[in-house]
Every structure is written in structure tokens, then in C-alpha cells.
């Protein structure tokens, strides 16, 4: 009986985060759009999008290789196996002991190495401009994420998500300066991973201020919607991460009933909404960078992190 | 552990190194006013906190001071001076902010290796205090060392300063903090008003009020 | 036994390399010694693994070879079964690569009768147990490499590199010989039978860096390291592989029976040097890789990195060691273990690959490839599956040890001293930092050579390789996936070698459900590759399915969008510099002094842009160009020694011999 309601709670999961993530983008765009005074594209606009693009003809170039073919699918799963194992409104899932911390952000890096390759697959000029950027990017914001894990590992006692999640909830953690630290610099991480401005915009139709969209260039159809749908996924898995650790109330904890999960759904489609929200006015109100500039941006995530890990060396109140 | 009191100052305390390490990040003069601002205003939330916790009433005077001499006075001034000297499009920094930063953890690292060390035995919150006093004291001493511009260095000293202060009401039983902050305050203005003189002087040959009227060719 | 057979099998390889001096230039001798030493480093190969399954007792042996008085002694323990079973896998993997590779060598009688002497060499060194049969194998090795390496010596930069590999390994040797002298205390006992039982005193810090010197020297630390970008790509690639691949983890098994089989417990200050060491060698290495071009040096530059992580799992676990947490050592010095064993399966396979490149299109050069996945299909799914694994990407081996590594660095706290409190965090994430430049110089390889459009005549007309290169190169490539989905029973095969060594080991892994590894206990983490991989395989392949059942499937080839504009030059496509500019630019200005430099012909002048981007390496002009300037100084001022006259040179010889009776006067 444990074991179905666990793995019913699983599959949920699984298809809460692959249903609302479009609902996510939509909301961030409508909020934007507000914010300009205009009246913005309906809430299920990206759901239209994928439909739209899943119907149509995916064109090729003549040079695309099978790799170019498969990344779609291999991106959209990473970036979807990632996305079932932070918890969004329950803290312990079936299969949290398979993947921690670590691999989720390094599943999430094999998503971006593959879209990389993808990007310089048929050999134009700009997607080799997205790949290379993208690659210093991700450079500077995997450290920067891997140094937030030790952070956190380090107040939890775990790097499991699910037990750090629960370790939150208790509210056993405190007020601490790292856990500070680690939160700056996970909102500036995922800002950078999810190609938002400051760092590259979403939105761009001029090439040369593209970094995520220029690698994506050449797709169509339904490996184009594959591609959105895991860029939406990775939105809402970053969200959800920065909800489950820094946000945890409403979460159901461990070994709870069928009430405790509604709740937890109901305070997790508040979570998003606060943060959908929250996203779009700092977008709104802020302009891109530089692309020279997003190693200074995203060196400070870096440097934040190390002095929180440190901290948590040094001392153990901190 | 200890509770959610010595959390909340820890965070104040931490909150100041990191907003001494954001002024560190910024190249250009207005947006560093501005930060210097919210490092005065985190520095009077910290010390309100620390009067709370200590029950000492009189550190709510050197709160009032700060907040108000250092977070809106002394900003609103200079940022009036710095358009009016036409300074304030110079880019600020001599290292790049990559170096800069590093060589900000490094210090941060290095003030909490010396005061954890040496003071083992003392009361746990102010030894913290004190570590996150000594950093924002060397970030301070970081900022005017690597500024090209008088009023970089300036706020460096005044961020230093900020940080002699957390390390004084950090440390419980410190006497004299109001006149202390009082008189560093009258220091600072007479620095700044000083170095601005000389820089007016140096810009016009003098500093005679009714010449620089004329040169605004609103006398004879 | 298990130990004769061991040595009966080197003594065939040491004879195979006299006979391939016998049928020198005999159209068969490439399929004979390739052959040979497959099933000869395949016998090495079952017998160190049942050794090592069976837990078998250590077992020593002397023979009557070498110094009269010492004999050579041999000793086939848990620590030389691993390095064996590394060594030979790697071996048997270029010995197969061989039989295909080994019929495009234009000159091999220069290759093969060395070949099998390097092997036998290589293993020797794992199974020495006194000072002389180590130093003497390790010669063998060395000298035998140089020789390949001097293979084509008609290109002077391999004779450069030839120069500059002969003089560091002859140091490195050197600092062997000095720290072994000083290990056999004053008795001068040099078995390590009788080192180990002499009891280190705790200064013994000389030993230390001595061992950093001389192994480190051979496995490739930063500042020493500046032979391995020059020798590795000048040899033939099967013997790059084994250079990169293995070469490199005997001298990491050189560093670890020193230091701590020979050793006795580190101080922690050890810890500290070795651990900061290994974190700037992987930044450093991985960073001069992003900067070059030449497939090869990309790949001996990786090398480089991963020894650098393997030494801060190495460095942790002596910190730990010195602070008596034999648990936490036990981790650490698994992960370096493990880490070492997946780099020579992953740097093997890309290796491999590189020479299949070479061979198939006759071109180094990454600027002169492109668009080889369509001509080289089998090649290119193998390289890839190397970049992804050496990428430390789930659900391969790389990040299998990776992972290993930062839990590791996550128990640290509990080390005391305020050095390695400030340094392990800073080289966690230095370490992280060299991961991720990783990856993106693993896109860049992978992109630029085998994606896109062909840059040249040569890579259009590229040809996939023949059939022994393929199967050695897919062999690996499972392998990898194995050990990425499977790391567990890897994990327990070296747990043996971990309880001699650091008195604990890490809990057993394979009875632990579903395949997870779980490092410490499982309400602290755990990994699962198997289940990541079903769960990826099994997501993509849904998705494909429902969305051909559901969407359309229809696809429709065209020219590239490419905003509208397509341009047919290839030339067009970003190059691999064009790829590492926004790295060089953040990462390159600081670390080689990157100047970058644009000329543009005024307006209506039909003149070229030129674009001129110059870099220093740093370490070679700070360290070795003084040192080679200060040495060139000194022989041009002792050169006039060879051109006195008889008168001269008699008035040496006596002066010398009143020196010496002067000497005897004044001390006796």
C-alpha cells in the first residue's frame, strides 16, 4: 500500500512538472507583457506552441547528422529525469536515492553538453556562437551550483535532496549566513542556466545577442517543441529547487496522507505563481548584459558560494 | 544552538561583508553611493538588533546616527559633488573586478582564520561578530587601495569604518560608542568636505565663492 | 603462482621485443608482435583480476638477476594486482588497436621491437619490490617510450619533444634514486620489505617532495609537466594512449607505494601540498587544453587535468590519514583510485580515436577536420561516448568518480587544521572549475572535428578505419558505460587495496540494492548509474515513440537557416579557437597573458583583416627558459675546456692532484 501511494506520488510528480512548465513560461510572459502595458498572449499560449509545433514538418539540413536528430529527445528526457526528482510537493520520492543533488545539476549539464554538440552540428556561424558561449557560461555557473551543493550538504548533513528538503522543513537549519550566501547565488545560477535577462534573453530575434536560442537555430517541429518544452522544464525544476530548500512551507513531509500532498500541490502552485511573478518584474526592470560582462556576474555567484562553503567550514553556527 | 537572536545577528553581520564585497563589484561612482548607502542602513539594522539583544538603549543613538549621517546625508551629498565636479561617468577600478574578488574571499578567509584562532575562548556570538568585523574592515581597506578616485577611497574609509563600528557593539561592554561614532562622523565630513576643497581649488585656482560667481557670469 | 606466471609473462614480452629486432621489416611482424602481446597482456590481465577477486596473500619472490648481494626481488600484492589489471587493460586495448593501426606505420622497425619492452617495462615497475628492480624497470619504461616517441624522428618537433622527455624522465629518475636513498635509512637496505620495517621518522618531509618530483614529474603535475604535451602526441597513437592512459597511473602507483605503502602515516601538512598541487594542476591542464588545436595535445593536456584530480583524492585522503579518519581516507583514496582507472579507459578510447582521425584523414589539426560523423560513423560514436564519460557526465564512469571525489571533499570538515580548512573548499572548487572547462572542451573536440561541415579536401574524403581499430575503440566504449552504470563492483574489486593501505574500506557495495553505490550511509547519499541510464533510455525512447505515434514524423531535408543568409565556404563555421575565445578572453588574460590584437584596412582598401591572438605560457618562461638559459650560459662558458693545450690540461691534471693530497693532508 506504501509502496503504490509512493510511486503514485512519484508519477505525479512526474506529470505535474511536465504540465505546468509551459503554464510557468506562459505566466512569466503575461506578467512582462502587463508590466509593458500591453495586453500579452493568453496563459496557454506555449501550450498552443507546442501543439502547434508537434503538428509540423521538423526541416533539416542536408548536413544534419543523427546526432542532431537524437538531441531533442535525449535533452528533453535529462532535463525531465532531473525534473522528477526535486520535489515540488512532497519531500520524499520513490527514486531519490537513485540521483542526488550532484547528478540532478550533472544530468542537467549533460542536457547543455548535447545541446552544445547540437548547436554545432550543422557548422553555420551562429550556432557555433550559442555553443561557445553557452559553454563559457556554463563554465563559470556549474562551479558556482556544484559550491551551493556543498553549502548545502554541508547544513543538511546529506546531499539527497529529499533529505535536505526535510532537514529545511524542520526549520533545524536556523537563519544562517551561508544559507544566505547560498541563496544569492543560487537566484543569480539559475538566472544564468535558464537563459533569462540579464544574462541572454529569451525573447531576442537579433542573433548576435542570442546564446541559448542561436544554438537552437536550425530546429523545427517537433524536436523545436521538445526543445522549449525541456528549456520550460529546467525553468520550473530551478524554482522548484530554490521553493523545496529556501521556501520549504507546504511541503508534505515524509510518511504523510493524501491530505497532506493536496496541500502541499496547492502551496506549490503558489510557490510558482510568487516566483513567476517575481521573475518577471526583476526581467522587466532590468536590461541584458553585456555577453563580457556575465563572467563577472556569474564569478561573483562563484565567489558567494565559496565563502558560504567556507563559512561552513570555519565554523559551525554559520 | 543558539537561537534564532545570535541567527538574525549573524545574518545582519553577514549581510554587511556582503554588501562590502558588492562594493567591491561595482565599477562606476553612482551605483557605489548607492551600495555605500545600504551598507550604512545594514550597519544601523545590525546595530538596532544588537541594542535589542543587549539591552543597551544608547546603541540605538549610534543606529540613529548612522542610519542618518551615513546612509542619506553624507550619499545625497556626494552624489550632488560628483555631478557637479563632472566625475561621475570615470570608471573607478585599477585591477580588474575578477582579481578583485578573489583577492575579497581571500581576505574574508583570512579574517576568519585569525579571529576563530585567537580567540578560542571567547563568547561564541561576538567572536563571529568580530570575524565578520575584521573582514568588512579589510574589504574596507581593499576598496581604497584598488580605487583611482578620491571619493572611491573615501567611501572605502568609510566602509572600514562601518566595520570598527559592528566590532564595537559586537563586543559587549564597549563604552563611549555614541561619542566615538559621533566624532568619526565629524572626522569623515571634514575629510570629505576637505578633499572636495582642494579639488575645487585645483580645478579653478581658488576657492573664493564670488570668483566662482563670476566665472558663472553672474557678476561683473 | 600467480606471481611466476606474472613473470614468465614479462620475460615473453621482453623476448618479443628481441624478436621483432629479428623479423625487422618481415611482412608479418606487425600481425605477430600486435598478437603476441594482446595474449600476453591478456594473461597479465586474468591473472591480476583472480588474484585480486580471490584476496589472495601477497606473494614475493626473488630472483637471482641484477646486484649480486640483493637479487631482484617481486612482489604481487592487492595494490600491484589493481595497477596490473589498469595497466594490461590498457595495454591489451592498444596491443588490439595495433594490429589495425600498426599496418599504416611507415617505419616499423623503429616501433616494434620497443613496443613490447615498454609494456614489460610498465609492468616490472608494478611488480618491483626493492629500490634497484623498481628504478631499472622504471628506465626500461622510460627509455623505451623515448624510443617511441623518436619513432618518426625526421619531424624536429618530435625530436624536440624527444629531448625534453629524455632530460625530465632522467630527473625524475634521479629524484627516485634520492628518495629511495633516503627511505633505506642507514643501512642502506633497499628491499621494501626492509623500508617498510624501518620505521619512518616524522621529518621525513624530503621524501615527499622528492616522490612529487619524480613521480609527479612522470604523471604530469603542473610545473613539471611541460614533457607531456610534446611527447605524447609525437608518438604513434596507440603508444600515446599508453603513454596518457597508463604510462601516467604507474607513476601514480609510484607515488602511492612511496608514500603511503613505504611511507607510514603523512603529516597533514602533506595532505595539503599534494591536494593544492592536484587542484592547480587540473585547472591549469584543462585550460592549456582549451588553448591548442592539435587533437593530441588536446588530449595529453586533458591527461594532465584528470592526474590533477586523481592527486587531490590522493591529497585528501592523507589529510584524513594524518587525522586518523581511516573512513573518510578510505573514500578519498577510493575515489583517486577509481578515477585513475576510468581515465585510462576513457583517455585510451579518445586516443585511439585521434589516431583513427590521423590515419583517416592524414590531418592533427582540429581547424582542418569537420564533418567526420558522417564519414567515420563507428569512430565517432565511440569518440563521443569518450568526451561524454571524460566529461564527467552521468550515466558514465567519469562522473561515477567524480562524484566519489566531492563526497569526499563534503566529509572534510571534520579535519581540524585551519590550512586545510581554508584550502579543501577553495580546491573543491577549483576542481569543480576544471570539470566544467571540461566539458566545454570536450564540445569544442568533439564539434569542431567530427561535427559540422568538412573544413579541407582531406576531411571530406575521410574513410571509416579498419576492423581491429573499431572493435578496440567499442570495446572501451562499453566498458565505460559498464562502469558508469555498474560502478559498485568496482568499487568493492579495489577495497583490498584500500584496507592495506588506509586501514579501512569503503562498505560494500554490491550487496547493496538495485546497484546504487552508497559511499558513506545511505540518510546521506547515494547514486544509482544503472537506474539514471534505464530512466534516460526509457524517457527518450517514450517521448520518440508517442511523438512519432501522436505528431508528425514527417522530416524534410534544405539548406541550413542559418538566419537567411546561408554561406557556402566552411570557412564560415566557428573554428576551434573561434570556440575557446569567450574562455580565453574571461580565463586566458590572467593565466597566459592572452593578447588579442585586430588590424582593419581603412575603407576601400582591399587589404585583409588580420586578427593576432598571443599567448605565453608562463610556466615554461618563469622555470624552465631561465634554467636552460642559466645551463646554455654555463656550457658556452666551459666550452673553452676543449680547446686548451697540452700545457693546460697538464697543469689540470696536476693541480687536481695537489688538490687531493692538499685534502688528505689537512683531514686525515
Known amino acids: 500500500m506504501v509502496l503504490i501511494r509512493e510511486l503514485a506520488a512519484q508519477g505525479a510528480q512526474m506529470m505535474l512538472v511536465l504540465l505546468l512548465a509551459p503554464l510557468l513560461t506562459g505566466l512569466i510572459r503575461k506578467v512582462k507583457a502587463r508590466l509593458l502595458r500591453r495586453r500579452g498572449p493568453p496563459l496557454i499560449q506555449p501550450y498552443r506552441d507546442l501543439i502547434r509545433l508537434m503538428r509540423k514538418e521538423a526541416v533539416l539540413a542536408v548536413n544534419a547528422s543523427w546526432l542532431f536528430r537524437a538531441v531533442p529527445y535525449l535533452v528533453f528526457a535529462a532535463t525531465w529525469v532531473a525534473a522528477a526528482l526535486v520535489p515540488t510537493f512532497a519531500t520524499d520520492l520513490l527514486f531519490s536515492w537513485s540521483a542526488d543533488l550532484i547528478a540532478i545539476i550533472a544530468l542537467l549539464g549533460s542536457a547543455r553538453f548535447f545541446l552544445a554538440l547540437a548547436g554545432m552540428d550543422v557548422g553555420t556561424s551562429f550556432g557555433g556562437i550559442g555553443s561557445s558561449r553557452e559553454a563559457m557560461i556554463a563554465s563559470l555557473a556549474e562551479p558556482a551550483m556544484i559550491m551551493i551543493i556543498f553549502v548545502l550538504a554541508l547544513i543538511a548533513g546529506s546531499t539527497q535532496l529529499s533529505i535536505i528538503a526535510e532537514f529545511m522543513l524542520s526549520l533545524a537549519a536556523g537563519l544562517r549566513v551561508s544559507l544566505g550566501l547560498a541563496l544569492i547565488a543560487l537566484i543569480l545560477v539559475a538566472i544564468a542556466e535558464n537563459s533569462r535577462i540579464p544574462v541572454d534573453n529569451p525573447a531576442t530575434h537579433l542573433e548576435l545577442t542570442m546564446v541559448h536560442e542561436a544554438m537552437v537555430l536550425e530546429y523545427s517541429g517537433r524536436h523545436l517543441a521538445l526543445i522549449e518544452l525541456a528549456a520550460s522544464l529546467k525553468l520550473l525544476l530551478y524554482v522548484s529547487l530554490i521553493g523545496c530548500v529556501f521556501v520549504p512551507w507546504g511541503l508534505a513531509p515524509m510518511d504523510s496522507g493524501w491530505n497532506a500532498y493536496v496541500v502541499g500541490v496547492l502551496a506549490y502552485l503558489a510557490k510558482l505563481l510568487c516566483f513567476g511573478v517575481a521573475l518577471a518584474i526583476f526581467e522587466t526592470s532590468i536590461a541584458k548584459m553585456r555577453v563580457f560582462r556575465v563572467p563577472a556576474f556569474l564569478g561573483a555567484a562563484l565567489m558567494l558560494g565559496l565563502l558560504g562553503a567556507l563559512l561552513r567550514f570555519v565554523s559551525g553556527s554559520l | ?220 | 603462482m600467480a606471481l611466476g606466471i606474472s613473470l614468465w609473462c614479462a620475460a615473453a614480452l621482453l623476448a618479443l621485443g628481441v624478436l621483432a629486432v629479428v623479423l625487422a621489416g618481415q611482412r608479418p611482424a606487425t600481425a605477430v608482435i600486435y598478437t603476441a602481446s594482446l595474449f600476453l597482456t591478456l594473461g597479465f590481465l586474468a591473472n591480476a583480476i583472480l588474484h585480486l577477486i580471490a584476496n589472495a596473500a601477497p606473494e614475493t619472490t626473488i630472483l637471482p638477476l641484477g646486484l649480486p648481494w640483493v637479487g631482484a626481488h617481486f612482489r604481487l600484492d592487492a595494490l600491484a594486482a589493481v595497477f596490473l589489471i589498469v595497466v594490461n587493460l590498457g595495454a591489451a586495448g592498444a596491443s588490439l588497436y595495433g594490429l589495425g593501426y600498426g599496418q599504416h606505420e611507415i617505419s616499423p622497425s623503429r616501433v616494434l621491437p620497443f613496443y613490447p619492452v615498454f609494456l614489460a617495462g610498465m609492468n616490472l615497475v608494478v611488480l618491483a619490490d626493492d629500490a634497484f628492480s623498481f628504478l631499472l624497470s622504471w628506465e626500461f619504461m622510460s627509455l623505451s617510450s623515448w624510443a617511441l616517441v623518436m619513432a618518426h624522428h625526421r619531424l624536429p618537433e618530435n625530436r624536440h619533444a624527444g629531448f625534453v622527455y629524455i632530460l625530465m624522465a632522467s630527473f625524475g629518475t634521479l629524484a627516485l634514486l634520492l628518495a629511495f636513498g633516503l627511505l633505506s635509512g642507514p643501512d642502506g637496505n633497499y628491499a621494501f620489505d626492509a623500508i617498510r620495517s624501518v620505521s619512518q621518522a616524522q621529518g621525513a618531509w624530503p621524501v615527499l617532495i622528492l616522490v612529487l618530483i619524480g613521480a609527479g614529474s612522470k604523471a604530469g603535475l603542473v610545473p613539471l609537466h611541460v614533457w607531456l604535451p610534446l611527447a605524447h602526441p609525437a608518438a604513434p597513437s596507440h603508444v600515446s594512449a599508453l603513454m596518457s592512459g597508463v604510462m601516467t597511473k604507474v607513476a601514480v602507483y609510484a607515488f602511492v607505494r612511496i608514500i603511503f605503502d613505504l611511507g607510514g602515516t603523512p603529516d597533514w601538512w602533506w595532505g595539503l601540498i599534494v591536494l593544492s598541487i592536484g587542484g592547480g594542476t587540473a585547472v591549469m591542464g584543462v585550460l592549456y587544453a582549451l588553448m591548442e588545436r592539435d587533437l593530441k595535445r588536446v588530449l595529453a593536456y586533458s591527461t594532465i587535468e584528470n592526474v590533477g584530480i586523481v592527486f587531490v583524492g590522493l591529497g585528501l585522503s592523507m589529510a584524513f590519514q594524518a587525522n586518523a579518519l581511516p573512513d573518510a581516507a578510505a573514500l578519498a583514496f577510493t575515489a583517486a583510485l577509481f578515477h585513475a582507472f576510468n581515465h585510462t579507459l576513457f583517455k585510451s578510447l579518445l586516443f585511439f580515436g585521434a589516431g583513427a582521425v590521423s590515419t583517416a584523414t592524414g590531418e592533427r589539426n582540429m581547424e582542418h577536420l569537420g564533418g567526420l560523423i558522417h564519414r567515420m560513423p563507428v569512430t565517432s560514436i565511440a569518440v563521443l561516448v569518450g568526451c561524454v564519460a571524460i566529461s564527467a557526465l552521468p550515466p558514465l564512469n567519469g562522473f561515477a568518480s567524480e562524484w566519489l571525489t566531492f563526497q569526499a571533499i563534503l566529509l572534510s570538515p571534520e579535519l581540524p587544521q585551519w590550512g586545510l580548512k581554508i584550502m579543501v573548499p577553495a580546491n573543491g572548487a577549483l576542481l569543480a572549475l576544471a570539470a566544467a572547462l571540461a566539458a566545454a572542451c570536450f564540445i569544442r573536440l568533439f564539434g569542431v572535428s567530427f561535427l559540422g561541415r568538412p573544413r579541407t579536401r582531406l576531411a571530406e574524403q575521410a574513410h571509416e578505419i579498419d576492423f581491429w581499430s573499431r572493435t578496440a575503440m567499442a570495446i572501451f566504449a562499453i566498458l565505460c558505460l559498464l562502469v558508469g552504470a555498474l560502478p559498485g563492483f568496482v568499487i568493492d574489486a579495489l577495497a583490498p587495496v584500500v584496507q592495506e593501505l588506509t586501514g579501512s574500506h569503503m562498505p560494500s557495495q554490491t550487496i547493496i540494492d538495485w546497484f546504487s553505490i552508497v559511499p558513506i550511509a545511505a540518510s546521506r547519499s547515494s547514486y544509482n548509474g544503472l537506474l539514471v541510464l534505464l530512466f534516460i533510455a526509457l524517457s527518450a525512447g517514450l517521448t520518440a515513440y508517442l511523438v512519432h505515434l501522436v505528431a508528425s514524423k514527417s522530416v524534410r531535408r534544405s539548406a541550413p537557416w542559418d538566419c537567411g543568409f546561408p554561406d557556402p565556404s566552411p570557412i564560415t563555421q566557428y573554428s576551434a579557437d573561434s570556440f575557446a575565445q569567450p574562455i580565453r578572453r574571461v580565463f586566458g588574460t590572467i593565466v597566459f597573458r592572452v593578447r588579442e590584437s585586430v588590424t582593419i584596412p581603412p575603407p576601400g582598401s582591399l587589404g585583409v583583416a588580420r586578427f593576432h591572438v598571443e599567448l605565453r605560457d608562463l610556466v615554461w618562461d618563469s622555470l624552465y627558459a631561465p634554467i636552460s638559459g642559466a645551463v646554455n650560459a654555463a656550457a658556452e662558458r666551459l666550452n673553452v675546456l676543449q680547446f686548451l693545450t697540452i700545457r693546460r690540461y697538464l697543469t689540470l691534471v696536476f693541480l687536481a692532484l695537489v688538490t687531493l693530497l692538499l685534502v688528505l693532508a689537512i683531514w686525515s
Open chain 2, 1 to 220: 544552538m543558539h537561537g534564532l537572536a545570535f541567527d538574525i545577528a549573524h545574518l545582519l553581520a553577514g549581510g554587511l561583508v556582503l554588501v562590502s564585497l558588492m562594493m567591491l563589484y561595482q565599477d562606476r561612482l553612482p551605483a557605489l553611493i548607492n551600495v555605500f548607502a545600504l551598507h550604512a542602513i545594514l550597519l544601523a539594522a545590525s546595530v538596532t538588533w544588537q541594542a535589542n539583544i543587549q539591552h543597551e538603549p544608547y546603541l540605538y543613538v549610534t543606529a540613529m546616527i548612522a542610519l542618518g549621517f551615513k546612509g542619506f546625508v553624507i550619499p545625497i551629498a556626494l552624489r550632488r559633488m560628483i555631478v557637479r565636479l563632472g566625475i561621475h561617468r570615470e570608471i573607478e577600478t585599477v585591477v580588474g573586478i575578477g582579481p578583485t574578488m578573489l583577492a575579497g574571499i581571500a581576505l574574508v578567509a583570512l579574517a576568519m582564520v585569525v579571529m576563530l584562532r585567537v580567540t578560542e575562548q571567547a563568547d561564541p556570538l561576538a567572536r563571529e561578530d568580530l570575524a565578520f568585523a575584521l573582514s568588512v574592515l579589510l574589504l574596507g581597506l581593499l576598496m581604497m587601495v584598488t580605487r583611482r578616485n578620491a571619493v572611491g577611497q573615501v567611501l572605502g574609509f568609510m566602509s572600514l569604518e562601518n566595520g570598527l563600528i559592528l566590532a564595537a557593539t559586537g563586543a559587549k561592554g564597549m563604552p563611549l560608542v555614541v561619542e566615538i561614532s559621533v566624532a568619526f562622523s565629524v572626522l569623515i565630513a571634514f575629510i570629505v568636505i576637505g578633499i572636495f576643497l582642494f579639488r575645487i581649488r585645483e580645478r579653478f585656482d581658488s576657492v573664493d565663492v564670488q570668483a566662482l560667481d563670476r566665472f558663472r557670469g553672474e557678476q561683473p
